[in-house]
């Protein structure tokens, strides 16, 4: 008796685990993980989609530095940091929609988990610090990744204004904001970072449907 009440517990546990996995693949538009590219990557489309990818990061990134430097004056790093992730812009969402893209920042050093570059982006990212070490160009791409996404990558250098919240704790970083941030985000590795430094990368990922 005990054996079959164990086996139909199991039974379920099995099936509604399994429907969660496959409800999970579901194709939903909005999905950037689905948004795998089928097309051709010839030198047209890597210079149609690398000017679209150069509008859309110009607009994301006066959104995003025109309204963090707006709530610095108004409220320092406290009030700013709630507007360091680009999931709290309608702004950049709507933008995302009207080019059917996915944009987003990664970081090795990074401090929220989710822009923790993929093994891709690692390698993208050796060569931009190998040849900013060098003191050589790095210049924005748009690349067919080895996991088949089209994408646009553009290197993101740190800046004077950047120090209150990236730089080092204790002198760049007042005391009680680095306690602040280290509360929202324990994992936070974005630290130490000085002016003229690579920080990271603005990826742009374009959804198939526009080839
Ligand atoms: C008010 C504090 C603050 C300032 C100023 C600030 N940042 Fe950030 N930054 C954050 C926070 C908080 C996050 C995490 C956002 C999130 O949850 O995605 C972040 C995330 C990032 C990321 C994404 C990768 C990661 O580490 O999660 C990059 C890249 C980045 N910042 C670059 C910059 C650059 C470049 C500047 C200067 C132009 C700058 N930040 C200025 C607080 C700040």
């Known amino acids: 008796m005990k054996t079959k009440y164990l086996s ?18 579901r194709v939903k538009p909005n999905d950037e993980t689905t948004w795998i590219w089928t097309g051709p990557f010839t030198d047209d489309i890597a210079a149609k989609y690398k000017s679209i990818g150069r509008e859309v990061l110009k607009e994301s990134f006066l959104t ?8 610095m004056k108004e409220g320092g790093v406290p009030h700013a940091v709630q507007y360091c992730n680009m999931k709290a812009y309608p702004i950049i969402d709507s933008l ?31 060569d931009y610090a190998m040849k900013h070490i060098q003191k050589m160009s790095i210049m924005d791409q748009v690349v067919l990744s080895k996991d088949n996404y089209l994408e646009y990558y553009a290197p993101i250098i740190v800046t004077a204004q950047c120090l209150a919240c990236h730089g080092k704790p204790g002198t760049d970083i007042q005391p009680e904001n680095y306690e602040l941030i280290k509360s929202l985000y324990p994992d936070d590795k974005a630290i130490d970072h000085y002016v003229g430094d690579l920080r990271g990368m603005w990826r742009i990922r374009f959804m198939p449907t526009k080839q």
């Open 8 to 25: 139909i517990v199991l039974l379920i546990l099995f099936i509604s685990v399994s429907c969660g996995y496959i409800g999970s693949k």
């Open 64 to 71: 995003l530095t025109g309204e963090v430097s707006r709530a």
């Open 96 to 126: 995302s929609k009207a080019n059917h893209v996915s944009i987003k920042r990664v970081a090795m050093k990074n401090r929220n988990p989710d822009n923790f570059m993929r093994a891709f982006e690692q390698e993208l990212y050796k």
